[in-house]
């Protein structure tokens, strides 16, 4: 290794203070520098650390951003998530491989490119997308690749392939991006005209346990998927024995089909940050952190201006607003490509500078969490709410929606409708009404709250999005009657299983099973019991897996058996008794056949 | 106030427990048997094999990982449970490569004991083959980690016990496993035959060398009666 | 009336199963007395003569003639048995599994250190049945009824589980009969 890498390496482990919960953000510096972290690095970083390589290896290699082996100056990351890919994501990979001459997982022989492919990143109202270092490039045709290329190979700059930029905040200076906000629908709460930082005035006007308080009564339930009351989260904090404790933001955004927290803190990021302070408050904690998806690099910058300036608005660091004992401060934490850092435990794992992998519960976060303090982990749109309530009050909010799921959620509508983008609705709302407002007049299936919720066939476009019927962190994912449901089914069991973090046995080894003879059923090599092996895997990965992931993994082949039988019906053999429909003597037999350059006599064929 | 002791059930029967403990440590302490794999007495309970699995209060959690809880009611050997336990079991059979008539541990191994223990006579899982490391450059240890089920019991015995770290895990989902220093065989680390981590594999995956097959079958840990003791670390 | 018939075979296995069916020693009369042998080794019976009530199964598919045999045993008889690891698992010869069969068979007759083989030919004769891909467990090929482990079974989980299907009393073998070695 060359003196100055290593002068660097050691620099930026000492920024951090050689400190190993920090680990995240060490590998992640010297990844963007050195384009890769080498076993030297490991070596130097564990020496640094007072730690084994081993172990930053076991960092390093969990986590998709980062690369033992040397990236490419620019790495083009092309996001093959469902809907980019029903948009022609995969025509834009193939244009990117023939226009570098690489294939994706490549890099090019001089070091400039790599390749890759990427799950959702936030873009699918705008796919297909892709992500060139930290640029966002949307809307992308296979037409319009060389001319890319080419500009990358002139310029080395990513940013060059930004000519225009997407409206709202991204033309910010700081961002300068072509992403679009696509807000769809204004509605009463996050998207409603409001008065600057008055939640977090009232707040302090009142004792924390009551800002608690009507934050209970408001009814406010957690909006990044699991939907537990958010009150009733921050009182646990707030009991919790400890003096020290956490605020988290959620801002990891990776369920495929959400983008709603990317509109949110390019947008509404003040009131996020309003949303956060009031919710220190509340609980008692000094020290926020936005652990902000490795894909949203991009928002970085702009992010950090506006903290710093809400820290000389005194908005932000001590006595806020001029209150004595009331000190928050926020930093944010950069993941690095893994869906189950959003996770809430996982994600904790990794601000701690560990692999993503969710932690044993009990204890639960707000017990014993970031640092074995308790803390607070809220999704953006949660936080952003918070403040809304403490402006308006608790009846307002309570007001809005049904009477058992409170106020407004934002979705994120994409796929196959006239008017994808960012929808602000009422609880209750049926997916008729939302079908019929962002122009999808012939959906064969709905997916709401993305492949961890549930395919929704239309005879059920009755239903409504609330707590009590359909619940969801808000993707919403539009399936015209042209579209295969059940290779995109089988395409988002393959997130999961590339996303799983392999910590327990269902998750990590059943759901490739499930791939497995799901694959075979698709393939017409199938009947009835391995439709019904399908359903009874399904059913132990669902109840035996640790976390949400793998309790949800199967979902996207159990609800479209469930509500999609015919599809499965019309592949389905007839049933034998006797013969397993999975086993596939040609395919067994295929590759004696080509080296003995013979047909087997006893199973003939003739292809 | 904090009671000093906990009262509940397991399958009917009532078990009492220290406050601290779980489920898992109280049915010990109680005689009553809950198949367990990754767990290991003195390490923190790892929660991963999932094998321990128990209805309490209706909910499915793994025992050793669940705080025992005044008057809580756990299910614990019944039809339901013991059918998602061999579903796991199964998994992590066909996960690796478990041969066992070829296999040293055989007859003392515990995801073996386990498996018998629930009456798994064929894998309803198909094998997956998969191609994985052997290392024999260390002149007392084997390791073949075509058995590892990635319990984590090395892991932590090697860091809480031993305090090397000699294993960790890399790689995430399917990909995950088990490794040592990168670039390194078992032979360049310090691993060493009197280290505790040695004992701690309940599979056939860290092996003493020059002990294998010595006791004779038909006296091996498992073949006469399930789980004839819990195991403890060495 | 007559008595059920049973039927044996050795597939990909080594003929260990078939060792621990005659294991069973005295026994074999009284199983004669409750049972005719039809295709089997051990009369050396080539081809099935009359339905059979009951087939044992040795060893996996690892041939095409494998899956041949296995497919007639279950057109033939009522009740399909798989016997031993080879049988239930795959077994050793499925150790060749995570190695591609284009590198089993050049390791075997081009590159290995034991073989002289100077013009280089793998064996095509169309009298050697096609490898598959992999071996696979006789149930992944077609549907069997019980299985009966061990590698090979002992002579008395053989006898178990014969006498329980013949006095059509439900398999239910004891701890010390579930084996896997
Ligand atoms: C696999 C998985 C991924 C998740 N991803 C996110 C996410 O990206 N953003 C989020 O806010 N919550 C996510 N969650 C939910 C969080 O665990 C947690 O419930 C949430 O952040 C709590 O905030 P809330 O109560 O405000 O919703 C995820 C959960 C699981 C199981
Ligand atoms: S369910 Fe999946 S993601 Fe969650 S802990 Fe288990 S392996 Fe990890
Ligand atoms: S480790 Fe256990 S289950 Fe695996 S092959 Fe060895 S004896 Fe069999
Ligand atoms: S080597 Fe053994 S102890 Fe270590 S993870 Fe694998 S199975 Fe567990
Ligand atoms: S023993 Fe409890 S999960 Fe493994």
Same mark, same amino acid.
């Not at chain 3, 045999?69 to 499925?94: H, K, M, Q, W, Y």
């Given at each position: 290794?060359n003196p100055?890498?290593k002068a660097f390496?050691?620099?930026?482990?000492?920024?951090y203070?050689?400190?190993? !919960?920090?680990l995240m953000?060490?590998v992640r510096?010297i990844?963007e520098?050195?384009?890769?972290v080498?076993l030297?690095?490991?070596?130097?970083?564990?020496?640094?650390?007072?730690?084994e390589s081993?172990?930053v290896?076991?960092?390093?290699?969990?986590?998709s951003?980062? #690369?033992e082996k040397?990236q490419g100056k620019?790495?083009?990351?092309?996001?093959?998530?469902?809907?980019d890919?029903m948009?022609?994501?995969a025509?834009v990979?193939?244009?990117f491989? @023939? @226009?570098?001459?690489i294939?994706?997982?490549?890099?090019t022989?001089?070091?400039?490119?790599t390749?890759?492919?990427t799950?959702?990143?936030g873009?699918?109202?705008?796919a297909p997308?892709?992500?060139?270092?930290h640029v966002?490039?949307?809307?992308?045709s296979?037409?319009?690749?060389?001319r890319?290329?080419e500009?990358l190979?002139r310029t080395?700059?990513p940013?060059?392939?930004? !000519?225009?930029?997407?409206? &709202?905040?991204?033309?910010?200076e700081?961002?300068?991006?072509m992403v679009?906000n696509?807000?769809?629908?204004?509605?009463e709460?996050?998207?409603?005209p409001?008065?600057?930082?008055?939640?977090?005035?009232q707040?302090v006007?009142?004792q924390?346990?009551?800002v608690v308080r009507?934050i209970?009564?408001?009814?406010?339930? &957690?909006?990044g998927?699991a939907?537990?009351?958010t009150?009733?989260?921050?009182?646990?904090?707030?009991k919790?024995?400890?003096?020290?404790?956490?605020?988290?933001?959620?801002?990891d955004e990776?369920?495929?089909g959400?983008f709603k927290?990317?509109v949110?803190?390019?947008?509404?990021?003040?009131?996020?940050?309003?949303?956060?302070a009031v919710?220190?408050y509340?609980?008692?904690?000094?020290?926020g952190?936005?652990y902000?998806?490795g894909?949203y690099?991009?928002l970085?910058?702009?992010?950090?201006?506006?903290?710093?300036?809400r820290?000389?608005?005194?908005?932000? &660091? !001590?006595?806020i607003?001029?209150?004595? &004992?009331?000190?928050?401060?926020?930093?944010i934490?950069?993941?690095?490509g893994?869906?189950?850092?959003g996770?809430?435990?996982?994600?904790?794992s990794?601000c701690?500078g560990?692999?993503?992998?969710?932690k044993?519960r009990?204890p639960?976060p707000?017990q014993?969490?970031y640092?074995?303090?308790?803390?607070?982990?809220?999704?953006?749109e !949660?936080l952003?709410?918070?403040?809304?309530?403490?402006?308006?009050g608790a009846?307002?909010y309570?007001a809005?929606?049904?009477?058992?799921s409170?106020g407004t959620k934002?979705?994120?509508? #994409?796929?196959?409708c006239e008017?994808?983008?960012?929808y602000?609705?009422?609880?209750?709302?049926?997916?008729?009404?939302i079908?019929?407002?962002?122009?999808?007049?012939?959906?064969q299936a709905?997916l709401v709250g993305?492949?961890?919720?549930?395919?929704v066939?239309?005879?059920?476009?009755?239903?409504t999005?609330c707590? #009590?019927?359909?619940s969801?962190?808000?993707?919403?994912?539009v399936?015209?009657?042209h579209?295969?449901?059940?290779?995109i089914?089988g395409?988002?069991?393959d997130f999961f299983?590339e996303? #799983?973090c392999g910590?327990?046995?269902?998750?990590?080894?059943?759901t490739?099973?499930?791939k497995?003879?799901?694959e075979?059923?698709?393939?017409?090599?199938?009947n009835?019991?391995?439709?019904?092996y399908l359903?009874?895997?399904g059913?132990?990965i669902?109840s035996?897996?640790?976390c949400g992931?793998?309790?949800?993994?199967?979902?996207?082949?159990?609800t479209t058996?469930?509500?999609?039988?015919?599809?499965?019906?019309?592949?389905?053999?007839?049933?034998?008794?006797n013969h397993k429909?999975?086993?596939d003597?040609?395919?067994?037999?295929?590759?004696?056949?080509?080296? @003995?350059g013979?047909?087997s006599?006893?199973?003939?064929?003739?292809? | 106030m904090?009671?000093?002791?906990?009262?509940?059930t397991?399958?009917g029967c009532e078990?009492?427990?220290?406050?601290?403990?779980?489920?898992m440590?109280?049915?010990? /302490?109680a005689?009553? *048997?809950?198949?367990?794999?990754?767990?290991?007495?003195g390490l923190?309970?790892?929660?991963?094999?999932r094998?321990?699995?128990?209805k /309490?209060n209706? *909910?499915?959690?793994?025992?050793?990982?669940l705080?025992a809880?005044?008057?809580?009611v =756990?299910?614990n050997n019944?039809?339901?449970?013991?059918e998602?336990? *061999?579903d796991?079991?199964?998994?992590l059979?066909?996960?690796?490569?478990h041969?066992?008539?070829?296999?040293e541990?055989?007859?003392?191994?515990e995801?073996?004991?386990?498996a018998?223990?629930l009456?798994?006579t064929a894998?309803?899982?198909p094998?997956?083959?998969?191609r994985?490391?052997t290392d024999?450059?260390?002149?007392d240890?084997?390791?073949?980690?075509n058995?590892c089920?990635?319990c984590?019991?090395?892991?932590?015995?090697?860091r809480?016990?031993?305090?090397k770290? =000699?294993?960790e895990?890399?790689?995430?989902g399917?990909d995950?496993?088990?490794a040592? *220093?990168?670039?390194?065989?078992?032979?360049?680390?310090?691993l060493?035959i009197t280290?505790? =981590?040695?004992g701690?594999?309940?599979?056939g995956?860290?092996l003493?060398?020059?002990v294998?097959?010595?006791?004779p079958?038909?006296e091996?840990?498992y073949d006469k009666?399930?789980?004839?003791?819990?195991p =403890?670390?060495e | 009336?007559d008595k059920?018939?049973l039927?044996?075979?050795?597939? +990909?296995?080594?003929?260990?199963?078939?060792?621990?069916?005659?294991?069973?020693?005295?026994?074999i009369?009284d199983l004669?007395d409750?049972?005719?042998?039809?295709k089997?080794?051990?009369?050396?019976?080539k +081809?099935?003569?009359d339905?059979?009530?009951v087939g044992?199964?040795?060893?996996g598919c690892s041939t095409?003639?494998n899956v041949?045999?296995l497919e007639s045993f279950?057109?033939s008889?009522d009740?399909?048995?798989?016997?031993?690891?080879?049988a239930?698992?795959?077994?050793?010869p499925?150790?060749?599994?995570?190695i591609?069969?284009?590198?089993?068979?050049s390791?075997?007759?081009?590159d290995?250190?034991?073989?002289?083989?100077?013009?280089?030919?793998?064996?095509?004769d169309?009298?050697?049945?096609?490898c598959?891909?992999?071996?696979y467990?006789?149930h992944?090929?077609?549907?069997?009824?019980y299985f009966?482990?061990?590698c090979?079974?002992? +002579?008395d989980t053989i006898?178990?589980?014969?006498? +329980?299907?013949?006095?059509?009393k439900?398999l239910d073998l004891p701890y010390q009969?579930?084996?896997?070695d």
């Amino acid at each position: 290794m060359n003196p100055e890498a290593k002068a660097f390496m050691i620099g930026v482990c000492r920024e951090y203070g050689s400190d190993r !919960t920090r680990l995240m953000d060490i590998v992640r510096r010297i990844q963007e520098q050195e384009r890769h972290v080498s076993l030297e690095a490991m070596e130097l970083i564990a020496e640094e650390l007072g730690i084994e390589s081993v172990e930053v290896r076991s960092l390093v290699s969990f986590y998709s951003f980062f #690369s033992e082996k040397p990236q490419g100056k620019i790495v083009i990351r092309v996001c093959n998530d469902v809907v980019d890919l029903m948009q022609g994501g995969a025509e834009v990979s193939r244009a990117f491989e @023939a @226009a570098l001459g690489i294939l994706v997982g490549q890099t090019t022989a001089d070091g400039k490119f790599t390749l890759e492919h990427t799950p959702c990143i936030g873009m699918c109202d705008q796919a297909p997308a892709i992500l060139v270092n930290h640029v966002v490039c949307t809307r992308l045709s296979a037409a319009q690749v060389p001319r890319m290329v080419e500009i990358l190979k002139r310029t080395g700059d990513p940013q060059a392939l930004v !000519t225009q930029y997407g409206g &709202g905040n991204n033309e910010d200076e700081r961002i300068r991006s072509m992403v679009q906000n696509s807000i769809r629908r204004e509605g009463e709460v996050l998207l409603a005209p409001r008065e600057a930082e008055a939640g977090l005035r009232q707040a302090v006007a009142m004792q924390p346990e009551d800002v608690v308080r009507s934050i209970k009564d408001a009814g406010l339930r &957690g909006c990044g998927g699991a939907g537990f009351p958010t009150g009733m989260k921050w009182e646990f904090t707030r009991k919790a024995a400890g003096d020290r404790k956490f605020l988290i933001c959620n801002a990891d955004e990776g369920e495929p089909g959400t983008f709603k927290d990317r509109v949110l803190l390019t947008e509404k990021f003040d009131l996020l940050c309003e949303g956060m302070a009031v919710a220190g408050y509340a609980i008692g904690a000094q020290e926020g952190i936005i652990y902000l998806r490795g894909e949203y690099a991009y928002l970085q910058a702009f992010l950090e201006s506006i903290l710093a300036r809400r820290r000389k608005e005194g908005l932000l &660091g !001590t006595e806020i607003l001029g209150q004595k &004992g009331f000190d928050f401060d926020i930093r944010i934490q950069m993941g690095g490509g893994a869906y189950i850092c959003g996770e809430e435990s996982a994600l904790i794992s990794s601000c701690e500078g560990l692999r993503g992998d969710p932690k044993t519960r009990p204890p639960f976060p707000a017990q014993k969490g970031y640092l074995g303090c308790p803390t607070s982990v809220n999704n953006v749109e !949660t936080l952003c709410t918070v403040a809304c309530i403490l402006e308006r009050g608790a009846d307002a909010y309570r007001a809005l929606g049904t009477s058992q799921s409170a106020g407004t959620k934002l979705l994120s509508v #994409s796929g196959d409708c006239e008017w994808p983008g960012i929808y602000e609705f009422p609880f209750g709302v049926s997916l008729h009404e939302i079908l019929q407002e962002c122009g999808a007049t012939d959906a064969q299936a709905v997916l709401v709250g993305g492949p961890s919720g549930t395919f929704v066939d239309p005879a059920q476009f009755n239903r409504t999005i609330c707590f #009590s019927d359909l619940s969801t962190g808000g993707a919403v994912v539009v399936f015209g009657p042209h579209r295969n449901l059940l290779r995109i089914a089988g395409e988002y069991l393959d997130f999961f299983i590339e996303e #799983s973090c392999g910590y327990c046995t269902p998750c990590r080894a059943g759901t490739v099973l499930m791939k497995q003879r799901f694959e075979e059923v698709l393939a017409g090599r199938g009947n009835q019991s391995d439709l019904d092996y399908l359903v009874e895997l399904g059913r132990t990965i669902k109840s035996t897996s640790r976390c949400g992931l793998g309790q949800t993994a199967c979902n996207p082949v159990l609800t479209t058996i469930a509500n999609f039988r015919p599809l499965y019906s019309a592949l389905q053999k007839a049933p034998d008794d006797n013969h397993k429909a999975s086993f596939d003597i040609y395919g067994a037999l295929r590759d004696h056949e080509a080296l @003995a350059g013979r047909t087997s006599e006893i199973f003939p064929h003739t292809n | 106030m904090s009671k000093d002791k906990i009262t509940f059930t397991i399958d009917g029967c009532e078990v009492t427990a220290q406050p601290g403990q779980t489920v898992m440590q109280a049915a010990d /302490a109680a005689n009553i *048997r809950i198949p367990q794999l990754c767990y290991l007495e003195g390490l923190t309970p790892h929660g991963s094999c999932r094998v321990c699995i128990v209805k /309490a209060n209706g *909910r499915l959690d793994t025992s050793c990982t669940l705080p025992a809880v005044e008057g809580m009611v =756990v299910e614990n050997n019944t039809e339901e449970i013991n059918e998602y336990r *061999r579903d796991l079991v199964d998994m992590l059979f066909v996960e690796g490569n478990h041969i066992c008539p070829s296999c040293e541990k055989s007859g003392d191994c515990e995801l073996q004991g386990v498996a018998y223990e629930l009456g798994i006579t064929a894998p309803k899982y198909p094998y997956q083959f998969p191609r994985r490391e052997t290392d024999a450059s260390h002149p007392d240890i084997f390791l073949d980690l075509n058995r590892c089920i990635l319990c984590a019991r090395c892991v932590q015995t090697s860091r809480d016990l031993d305090g090397k770290t =000699v294993f960790e895990f890399v790689g995430r989902g399917p990909d995950k496993k088990l490794a040592i *220093r990168p670039g390194a065989r078992l032979a360049d680390t310090e691993l060493d035959i009197t280290d505790q =981590v040695v004992g701690s594999c309940p599979v056939g995956t860290i092996l003493k060398k020059r002990v294998g097959f010595a006791v004779p079958v038909g006296e091996r840990t498992y073949d006469k009666e399930p789980h004839p003791e819990q195991p =403890v670390s060495e | 009336m007559d008595k059920p018939k049973l039927a044996t075979c050795s597939l +990909a296995g080594c003929f260990g199963c078939h060792m621990s069916i005659l294991d069973i020693d005295e026994r074999i009369l009284d199983l004669v007395d409750l049972v005719d042998f039809d295709k089997s080794p051990i009369n050396d019976k080539k +081809a099935f003569t009359d339905r059979c009530l009951v087939g044992l199964l040795e060893g996996g598919c690892s041939t095409e003639e494998n899956v041949h045999v296995l497919e007639s045993f279950r057109n033939s008889c009522d009740i399909l048995i798989s016997v031993g690891a080879c049988a239930i698992t795959g077994g050793i010869p499925a150790m060749r599994n995570n190695i591609p069969l284009t590198e089993c068979l050049s390791e075997a007759y081009l590159d290995g250190p034991t073989v002289y083989n100077p013009g280089r030919v793998l064996p095509s004769d169309p009298e050697i049945p096609l490898c598959l891909n992999n071996v696979y467990p006789c149930h992944e090929v077609v549907k069997i009824d019980y299985f009966l482990p061990g590698c090979p079974p002992s +002579a008395d989980t053989i006898w178990e589980g014969l006498v +329980a299907l013949l006095s059509g009393k439900p398999l239910d073998l004891p701890y010390q009969l579930v084996k896997y070695d």
